[in-house]
């Protein structure tokens, strides 16, 4: 058999285990003989396999259908929401965020904390949030619900367990490893903001989430997979060159989007992007001229982007998309003139279905994803 | 099995067809035994399996060598570079070109025709290109090599076999289906070229090759493998905003990296690149500031790209290969600058290993790449 080589029979079984669980995930419910029929297993290790899966509460018996074999109806068995479940957390600059996801993708509970993380003292803020995901985890176990693994979204670039650089918080090479006692991971939060708007934005599976924050990012989705790169530094949007002269970015380069279309430059001497909205809706000029500038610069670096990495649609999300109505018009503009005769139409341009809570979200989809992946692995099945 | 999914016997075959020559172009040469060992058939399966591959003379026999079973000495089994070869063609803007290529991936011909391709009646091209390539084919097949298939590399973008639109040839929706009465497919030049350079370079598995031409492309390379973006369209560095109001690009934008380093900007009123190199390498004045802005443009570009692509090396190549010694200085700086803080420090700069040839050793290196990851569908072994 091609895809034998050598396997002994624990990794064959929790192989096994993953292709019934993925088929449940990706087409079921299923009947034990239908599952049999799609992934070529015979009856008996089915059975065995879902006997399993249900002891570890990612699967449920629900009801009878119509299987697969003659027709006859049999007890369906389906992704369980009702006891495992994911725990994102999100250091954000202006807050801190925590949400418990179960494997059907409904969203169980969501915290969000204010505060003022720019250039903060690492150990303080990952202490803050400790407390937080304790506090967040230990009200799921009240309601019955476990805890598999956790994932944090960070405004930086992230290497293993360590955030490399996060210039925003002020951070460098800070390890996170020991957040909380759970399979841990973490991520750049453009990235995890991406797969958010694909697991629960109701996407496409090819499109490049911008999520326009104090520092801009954007994550390519191409074919339902995030693209990250030969180092996973893909998709700083922010840093793309719009006016190579321009005024000096804190990257060290000039011009850079980040300066014209960034949350700073957005809100100018504003305090918060609600009240940037409502100036908006009231037709404040200087408001007005600022989304504007920004919507051009943006126009501009998208316009590069979709030349490099030719995405599906452009999802605008984070700040960009409570000011969509403001921008959407100067960046279609841009994008339609420079881009119409490549490409006959530009990409769509839509908002972002997820709006602030996109990082958070991918967070905790990112162990789903694990877990439906490498279920004997995650849950420690034999 | 978790492979199995009731697969034929033919199709399994033929998936155990490509296991054992995959392993053989990836680590051979090796013998039957420890062809067994390495993919997990029996030794009676692996010896039916290369007695076809032997037949169908993908691969040849040597000597004796130490294989896997107790150390007993075998007959190894190695790719042929005997009597299967593959087709390359290319249209450029200024030269039509077919190479001949083998398993090994030795070039055993070459032709160029140099031609004026600029607004050119389709019709009339590939007329010639056909007959460029029924004499390479007979040439081959005189020295007993038999061509399997072939590929075109053409300056444009392409669906299936149809080149969409290739603005310097003055090209729109011409089929190429029938150019060649063999297995046929058809490619970007840039992305045939980041793989000939993958293939026939000694690049390592990650880098962006830039394709300096009449207009300039990009293919990114990771992994080992091209990325495509969603609609095949990725890697457009000619037209990444260089300046957002800078002059008018055929593209319909304004200031594009091709308005500043295309070949017709760098040649100026001079005829050839040859030209161009022995100005640059005279000291002329106007040539190197010439060659100077261009480097700073692409430098600008490349920032951009290299945020959103995030490439593990850049190689220069076409045009910008003979003119590297002029560009990379400019070109450098610029990276160095505007990347340093972002990245500790920028991708590596370096001038491509397989020059002009890139694209036609990338075409005939597809196909190659085809017979190894399906032989039994590329030669009709049942």
Not at 164 to 180: E, F
Not at 191 to 196: I, P
Not at 352 to 373: K, Y
């Amino acid at each position: 058999m091609v895809a034998s080589r050598g396997v002994r029979h624990d990794s064959m079984r929790a192989r096994n285990l993953a292709v019934v669980l993925g088929e449940i995930h990706r087409s079921g419910p299923h009947t034990r003989a239908a599952l049999a029929e799609l992934t070529g297993l015979t009856k008996t290790t089915v059975s065995s396999l879902v006997a399993d899966l249900l002891e570890a509460g990612v699967v449920t018996e629900r009801g009878a259908v119509r299987g697969g074999e003659r027709g006859r109806p049999g007890v369906a068995v389906s992704l369980s929401g009702h006891r495992v479940v994911t725990l994102g957390l999100e250091i954000n600059i202006d807050y801190l965020a925590a949400c418990v996801v179960d494997l059907t993708r409904t969203v169980r509970l969501r915290r969000t904390r204010p505060a003022d993380n720019r250039n903060s003292d690492p150990e303080h803020i990952l202490h803050l949030l400790r407390d937080l995901a304790k506090e967040t985890i230990a009200e799921a176990e009240a309601d019955g619900l476990r805890v598999i693994g956790a994932a944090l979204a960070v405004p930086g670039t992230v290497e293993g367990e360590t955030l490399r650089s996060a210039p925003h918080l002020g951070w460098r090479d800070v390890r996170v490893g020991d957040l909380v006692d759970l399979p841990f991971a973490i991520d750049n939060e453009a990235n995890l903001a991406a797969l958010g708007e694909l697991w629960f934005g109701a996407r496409e599976t090819d499109f490049l989430y911008v999520s326009g924050e104090i520092g801009i990012g954007a994550g390519l989705v191409v074919a339902g997979s995030l693209f990250r790169g030969t180092f996973g530094l893909a998709g700083e949007l922010g840093h793309v060159v719009v006016v190579p002269d321009g005024p000096a970015c804190r990257c060290g380069g000039r011009g850079c989007l980040e300066v014209y279309a960034g949350q700073d430059t957005l809100l100018g001497k504003l305090d918060s992007v609600s009240e940037l909205v409502s100036r908006l809706e009231s037709g404040d000029r200087r408001a007005r001229e600022t989304c504007e500038r920004a919507g051009h610069a943006l126009g501009v670096a998208l316009t590069s982007a979709v030349h490099l990495l030719d995405p599906g649609m452009i999802v605008l999300g984070g700040v960009f998309a409570p000011v969509f109505p403001w921008l959407e018009g100067p960046v279609a503009d841009g994008l339609g003139t420079r881009l119409a005769h490549m490409r006959g139409a530009p990409p769509a341009l839509v908002v972002s279905g997820t709006g602030p809570d996109a990082a958070v979200l991918g967070a905790a989809g990112m162990i789903i994803q694990r877990i439906i992946a490498e279920p004997a692995e995650v849950l420690g099945l034999q």
